[in-house]
């Protein structure tokens, strides 16, 4: 079992900050020693895409080209949470955003992620 929620969404305007949390919980989560969280997002009409990821430790980290200098992804591991900082947000990144589990490793296939959250809509108004 692996519960994944993600909250933090919300309407701002183009420049703002947001910053997203996902809580994670289950049997899941217990029974591996480390495991990755990723973030992705799908806009309407269109494909969802990655966004960012982030190991256990925190020392490794991946970004999509898109959100880089913008976007910091960390994680309280005592809390069972993860978070995206988002900054001077854009139209363009309106969507809704998704936590999503991962067993080991970094990666932008979301092909490669487990469980997932059911998402928190980020709208930006220009």
């Known amino acids: 079992q692996a519960h994944l929620v993600e909250s933090g969404g919300g309407l701002v305007q183009t420049g703002a900050s947001l910053r997203l949390s996902c809580a994670h919980s289950?049997?899941?989560?217990?029974?591996?020693?480390?495991?990755?969280i990723g973030w992705f997002r799908r806009a309407p009409e269109k494909e969802r895409e990655f966004v960012a990821a982030?190991?256990?430790?925190?020392?490794?980290?991946d970004y999509a080209d898109s959100v880089k200098g913008r976007f910091i992804i960390s994680r309280d591991n005592a809390k069972n949470t993860a978070y995206l900082q988002m900054s001077s947000l854009k139209p363009e990144d309106a969507a809704v955003y998704y936590c999503?589990?991962?067993?080991?490793?970094?990666?932008?296939?979301?092909?490669?992620?487990?469980?997932w959250g059911q998402g928190t809509q980020v709208t930006v108004s220009s």
């Open positions: 289950g049997r899941t989560f217990g029974s591996y020693a480390s495991y990755t």
């Open positions: 999503a589990f991962r067993r080991r490793g970094l990666g932008p296939s979301p092909l490669g992620y487990d469980h």
């Open positions: 982030i190991t256990w430790s925190g020392e490794a980290t």
